[in-house]
């Protein structure tokens, strides 16, 4: 559309051209709350973090799987969606306070009458025709509008860095899923060991109980607690690989595919990788998404409380139109047919029933909330940070421990049916020594994938991502 040579458009142009830039709104994290100089649970303080460690347990398709999970996983994709809808609305959150310009097109036809007017008679029939710009501005005299975006921004970082918290937590779930069905491939194959073992113990005493027939009622008993120890081996054996095609079902819906136990489950149990750099607790402040997360959270809650308290104030907007009206269709366009006004005005709330009170009390309650919430989040991280140190050592302590008990329980058990074979051992030595072996070493293995799965969550609690 060409714009008249008498328009004040021209004049107004400016103004849409007026641009300022938002910045989010300052960290508050110093109303988190004071952090230790160190760790509680160990001396440990070196400085990083460690963005590689999934290649820690040296697996390279542990790797590959936490890449697949990274592209497939649902939960990570609605993730990713929810940071481009919060970008989406922080571009728009600023939209009030820039110069809103439309073009409009209008027409219309009046028919009147005259009848009972002295001396007049008949009707007349008017047409009215009208291209114009128009243009609204609120000016943002007191930096309303800008608080509800510096807002908008705060919770686009809020939601980028929840997003980060996924992809690490996503990580974290694959790497156990995959040390679980590791530990149930190794329980599965002890459990096979173990009912070969059952079965071969049997097998000696049903033939010690076929050549003793004079101590045939002591045998016979002895005999039927061995079949019942491998009636035992056999139930578990099919717990073992029913908790096997559990693991791999689970390891599938994290990597996005169709729970049908078809994975390639061959892994074993990797050895505890070296420990990671613990740092300092007021670096956990400035690593862990969640703390990041809660933090922006506060930052676009006080900036609506802002938002809320300047609502009170007068508001001013400019309003400007230009264009043509006529009562021909063809002359629309012409320029000979300008018009043009611009407005201004200023509105200062007086009576909204408690509107605005009302809510500026909800927003100033959300940002105590989003205080609270801010501070249990970083004391939640320091929880988890000084258990799992904690744990740590203990469960080494414990693995140490049973891996000493399960050597002296091993050479016991041959030793115990060494001695059976040669007929200088009892049954009872033999059956108990190999309950504690098969007890011992299955132990072994649970706290070895407990340990890892402490490792895992060490990484997790330090806040530490793992890139591809």
Request: with cysteine; glycine share 8%; aromatic share 6%.
């Amino acid at each position: 559309m060409r714009l008249p040579s008498n328009t004040c458009v021209g004049g107004l142009l400016p103004l849409i051209l007026v641009a300022c830039t938002v910045l989010p709104p300052e960290s508050r994290m110093d109303e988190a709350g004071s952090a230790p100089g160190s760790w509680s649970a160990t001396r440990e303080a070196k400085a990083g973090i460690d963005d590689h460690w999934v290649d820690r347990f040296e697996s390279r398709d542990l790797s590959s799987l936490v890449g697949e999970a990274y592209e497939s996983n649902r939960n990570l994709q609605a993730a990713a969606a929810r940071v481009e809808r919060a970008s989406a609305t922080a571009r728009g959150a600023g939209a009030a306070a820039r110069p809103q310009l439309n073009a409009a097109l209008n027409g219309s036809r009046d028919k009147r009458n005259f009848i009972g007017f002295p001396g007049a008679a008949g009707s007349s029939i008017a047409n009215t025709y009208g291209a114009s710009l128009n243009l609204q501005w609120e000016i943002d005299l007191w930096g309303r509008i800008r608080a509800g975006e510096e807002a908008s921004l705060a919770d686009l970082q809020a939601q980028g860095y929840t997003y980060l918290g996924a992809r690490a937590s996503l990580a974290a779930q694959v790497v156990r899923a995959w040390l679980l069905l590791a530990e149930t491939n190794e329980q599965v194959a002890l459990a096979k060991d173990s009912l070969r073992v059952r079965k071969d113990t049997a097998e000696l005493i049903r033939g010690r109980f076929e050549l003793a027939s004079d101590e045939a009622g002591a045998n016979a008993s002895q005999l039927r607690l061995a079949e019942t120890d491998v009636a035992t081996a056999q139930a578990n054996l099919a717990q073992q690989e029913g908790e096997n095609d559990q693991a791999k079902r689970q390891l599938e819906i994290l990597l996005g595919r169709y729970p049908s136990a078809e994975i390639v489950g061959s892994a074993k149990l990797p050895k505890v990788p070296k420990f990671p750099p613990a740092g300092l607790p007021s670096e956990l402040l400035l690593r862990r998404p969640d703390i990041l997360s809660a933090e922006r959270q506060l930052a676009a809650a006080g900036r609506r409380e802002a938002e809320a308290s300047k609502a009170f104030y007068p508001s001013f907007s400019l309003t400007g139109s230009s264009g043509q009206s006529t009562s021909e269709l063809g002359n629309i366009f012409d320029s000979g047919f300008g018009v043009w006004s611009i407005a201004g005005q200023a509105v200062q709330p007086i009576l909204r029933g408690g509107a605005l009170r009302s809510q500026l009390d909800a927003r100033s309650a959300e940002e105590k909330e989003a205080l609270a919430n801010l501070q249990q989040t970083v004391l939640d991280g320091f929880g988890e940070v000084e258990l799992a140190l904690a744990s740590d050592r203990f469960l080494a302590e414990r693995e140490q421990s049973t891996s000493q008990a399960l050597e002296i329980a091993t050479d016991g058990a041959e030793s115990a049916t060494r001695d059976f074979a040669l007929g200088t051992g009892d049954v009872l030595t033999l059956l108990v020594s190999e309950s504690r072996r098969i007890e011992l070493a299955t132990q072994q293995l649970i706290l070895r994938r407990l340990r890892l799965d402490n490792r895992v969550n060490l990484h997790l609690a330090l806040g530490g991502d793992y890139k591809l």
